[in-house]
């Protein structure tokens, strides 16, 4: 069994990943020509629309499904010849309620524990001080609130001391206090066992916040990565001018202008700098009307999402 010399390097390794959902009838391409490269010891995001493919494509690098056709290496193994080796080595969490509700949230972590073959009662006690978890202990899950929920789902995710944990959604439909908690304790954790993170999820804020590098997929096939601002200078897509105008504005066509978001009478330009455009722009506007408000701000992943999302 051969180990690739990169694996110190990427965690995950996908060539030419292809998977075709076929029945009697019809076929459909969930994934199609996917390469990607996710480095070690990092933070790494997977973004998309709903239907892009993310769901499938973490699926696949879990193992939980079967590639049609390419090749992907977790931790250094072969997803097809090797999953034994990779289960071992990863585990997974989403922000769907998906434990066992008639058990305390300490009978969880001790029954997924002995699943991974880890008799450690310290271990389990361990965790559940790790997530605040202490007050709930004797608690059954079906009787916690949705954000201690949360807490042992992402808490179950750590019990076999994994070197790749995959995220799907962890903060879904938590109150914004409770998420950036749990987002800090993703930090947190990563940071100080050194681990590789895969994350799906809906909130660009969070993506923000914690990727170290994203994958943008749409329609099946990667269509951007890079680090943030790697990805903002790709689109060459840097600050975003906002003017409200109190009349109707036709389309306009205007120098150093990337593109344009048009919301009623206000109308966005992502420009390459704000500072170099702001008064042609103003110019031209303040032809068909009076300007009633002018704002200016960075580029955000919220910004870039919209735009590859088209």
Not at 116 to 130: F, M, P, S, T
Not at 196 to 224: P, Q, W
Not at 236 to 261: C, Q, W, Y
Request: hydrophobic share 40%.
């Amino acid at each position: 069994m051969s180990i690739p010399q990169n694996f110190a390097m990427h965690s995950i390794v996908c060539e030419d990943v292809w998977m075709v959902y076929r029945s009697l009838f019809s076929e459909k391409v969930a994934l199609s020509g996917i390469y990607l490269k996710i480095p070690s010891n990092r933070i790494y995001g997977i973004l998309g629309p709903n239907g892009a493919g993310k769901t499938t494509l973490i699926s696949l690098m879990a193992t939980l499904l079967r590639q049609t056709k390419g090749r992907i290496e977790v931790l250094g193994y072969d997803t097809l010849r090797e999953l034994k080796e990779i289960r071992k080595r990863i585990n997974i969490a989403s922000g769907n309620p998906n434990l066992i509700w008639s058990l305390t949230v300490y009978e969880n972590l001790r029954y997924y524990s002995l699943l991974y073959g880890i008799n450690d009662k310290k271990a389990v006690e361990e965790l559940i001080r790790e997530f605040e978890l202490e007050e709930f202990r004797d608690v059954e899950f079906n009787r916690l609130s949705t954000g201690n929920k949360q807490k042992l789902i992402l808490a179950r995710a750590f019990v076999n001391d994994p070197e790749l944990v995959f995220l799907d959604e962890p903060t879904k439909g938590l109150d914004p206090p409770v998420a950036r908690r749990l987002r800090e304790k993703i930090r947190s954790l990563q940071k100080e066992l050194g681990i590789t993170v895969v994350l799906t999820t809906h909130y660009m804020s969070e993506a923000e916040m914690l990727c170290d590098r994203i994958a943008f997929i749409n329609r099946g096939k990667i269509v951007a990565e890079g680090t943030k601002e790697e990805l903002k200078r790709m689109l060459k897509m840097r600050d975003k001018i906002t003017i409200e105008i109190d009349a109707n504005i036709p389309n306009l066509s205007i120098e150093g202008v990337f593109a344009v978001e048009r919301d009623g009478n206000q109308l966005s330009f992502y420009v390459d700098s704000a500072e170099a455009r702001i008064w042609d722009i103003a110019k031209e506007v303040a032809r068909f009307g009076r300007i009633k408000n002018i704002s200016v701000k960075e580029v955000d992943l919220e910004d870039v999402f919209n735009e590859l999302a088209k």
